[in-house]
Structure formats: C-alpha cells, structure tokens
C-alpha cells in the first residue's frame, strides 16, 4: 500500500481496506452458515442468516458514503482512484453476495420441513469452493495483489462443474418421484446461488485486477455452466 505525504489520507486508505474486509469476512460466513444450516437442517441457524443480512446493508452504506467522501475531499489519481472505485465496485458485489446468502438460508428452512433428499455433499464442496474464492479475491483488493485475482478469474470453472452435476441430480429426482419436486426445486435455488457468488468473486477479482494494474481481463473466462441449455428427457 502506498503511503503519502498526507498522513491522515493513508490512514482513510487504510481504514477502506480494513472495512472492505470485514464486509468480505461477514460475507463469507453468511454463505458458510447458510450452507451449514441446509445440510444439518438447522432452522435457527438459517433464520440468523436471514437477520444477519442487515449488517452487510449497513456497512455498504458506509463504506458507499466512506468512498464518496474521498473522492470529494482528496481527489486521488492514478492507483488511488481505481482503488477507491473498485471498492464501491466491490462493496455492491459483496451486498449482493448477501442477499444470495439470505435466500439460500430461506430455502434451508424451507428444505427443512421436507423428507431428506439426497446427500447435500455437493453443495458443502461449492460452498468451500465459493468461499475460498471469495476470501482470495477480497485478500487481493486489500493486499494489491493482481497476481492472486487473476487466480480467483480463472478457478470458476470447478464450481460450475459441481452446478451442473446438482442441476442433474435434483432433476433426476424430480423425474423419479413428484413428492420430490418441492425439495428438489428449493435445492436448486440453492445450488443457483451458490454459482452466482461464485461468479460474483470472480468478477470482485476482475476489478482488482484492473486497480491495480490499470488494464483489463479478457472478456471471456473459463466457464461451465450449462444448465440452460440442459434437455430434460423422461425416464424409460
């Protein structure tokens, strides 16, 4: 981190860092939780998720108006700039983050009630998956640490991968038994959700990667969802 002749202006930058973090940290535990109270259907712990968005709202409040107020009063340039409105980039991807989170931790309760269906392995392996994705996305913002993001970039494609094996198996069990569908239809938003914070990580990484080098990522990265192009034929 560059320090500058304005002491007060390096302490601002550093308090922007450390609150990008601790958005990212309160982040990455709702979909940790989130996934947790799916498996072990734990509705108390789903329903704390759901009432926990609020602080991620909060503090992207503060750090929008934190953001503002410096490009207002200190007019940065260069690396700082970029910087600064990669933070509001990012503090809006990790809000959305959380709302992904919530809705997965609305379906858990939702999945609760119903017979179990299934072994929820995958979705524990997408969230590590997601989470540590996430994590390294935000350490690269804090830490200008460009090679790292373009890690984060290309290391989607394994969580799509795990989508699409979910999308297959909760349609299997649709086909195979209709008391499944309510089940099997919730999981699936789950499943979405956990693909799209994937994606929301990798394009967190995409804005480092231009603050701290100023130039763009191809348009195009690995990826590997193909649901929407799936073709649902019935059992024999």
Same mark, same amino acid.
């Given at each position: 981190m560059q320090e500058h002749t304005v002491r007060s202006y390096s302490e601002d930058l550093r308090r922007l860092r450390e609150s990008?973090?601790?958005?990212?940290?309160?982040?990455?535990?709702?979909?940790?939780?989130?996934v947790t109270a799916l498996v072990r259907r734990d509705t108390g712990l789903a329903a704390e998720v759901v009432q926990r968005d609020a602080a991620i709202d909060a503090l992207e409040r503060e750090v929008e108006t934190f953001c503002i107020?410096?490009?207002? &009063?200190?007019?940065?340039?260069?690396?700082? &700039?970029?910087?600064?409105i990669a933070a509001l980039k990012v503090c809006h991807g990790l809000e959305r983050i959380g709302d992904y989170?919530?809705?997965?931790a609305k379906r858990a309760i939702v999945v609760a009630e119903q017979p179990p269906l299934g072994s929820l392995n995958g979705f524990?392996?997408?969230?590590?998956?997601?989470?540590?994705?996430?994590?390294?996305?935000?350490?690269?913002?804090?830490?200008?640490?460009?090679?790292?993001?373009?890690?984060?970039?290309?290391?989607?494609?394994p969580v799509d991968e795990i989508y699409n094996g979910i999308f297959r198996e909760m349609l299997t069990f649709m086909m195979e038994d209709p008391r499944n569908i309510t089940a099997a239809t919730? &999981? &699936?938003?789950?499943a979405k959700n956990l693909e799209r914070i994937g994606d929301h990580a990798t394009n967190i990484a995409e804005t480092v990667h231009y603050a701290v080098r100023g130039d763009s990522l191809?348009?195009?990265?690995?990826?590997?969802?193909?649901?929407?192009?799936?073709?649902?034929r019935p059992l024999a």
């Amino acid at each position: 981190m560059q320090e500058h002749t304005v002491r007060s202006y390096s302490e601002d930058l550093r308090r922007l860092r450390e609150s990008i973090e601790r958005m990212g940290g309160l982040a990455e535990r709702q979909v940790a939780d989130a996934v947790t109270a799916l498996v072990r259907r734990d509705t108390g712990l789903a329903a704390e998720v759901v009432q926990r968005d609020a602080a991620i709202d909060a503090l992207e409040r503060e750090v929008e108006t934190f953001c503002i107020r410096l490009l207002a &009063l200190r007019q940065p340039v260069g690396q700082d &700039l970029r910087f600064i409105i990669a933070a509001l980039k990012v503090c809006h991807g990790l809000e959305r983050i959380g709302d992904y989170a919530r809705n997965a931790a609305k379906r858990a309760i939702v999945v609760a009630e119903q017979p179990p269906l299934g072994s929820l392995n995958g979705f524990q392996r997408m969230a590590r998956m997601v989470q540590a994705n996430l994590k390294d996305a935000i350490d690269a913002l804090v830490n200008d640490d460009a090679a790292k993001a373009d890690e984060v970039w290309a290391n989607d494609q394994p969580v799509d991968e795990i989508y699409n094996g979910i999308f297959r198996e909760m349609l299997t069990f649709m086909m195979e038994d209709p008391r499944n569908i309510t089940a099997a239809t919730h &999981l &699936l938003f789950v499943a979405k959700n956990l693909e799209r914070i994937g994606d929301h990580a990798t394009n967190i990484a995409e804005t480092v990667h231009y603050a701290v080098r100023g130039d763009s990522l191809p348009e195009d990265r690995p990826k590997a969802d193909n649901s929407a192009s799936a073709v649902v034929r019935p059992l024999a």
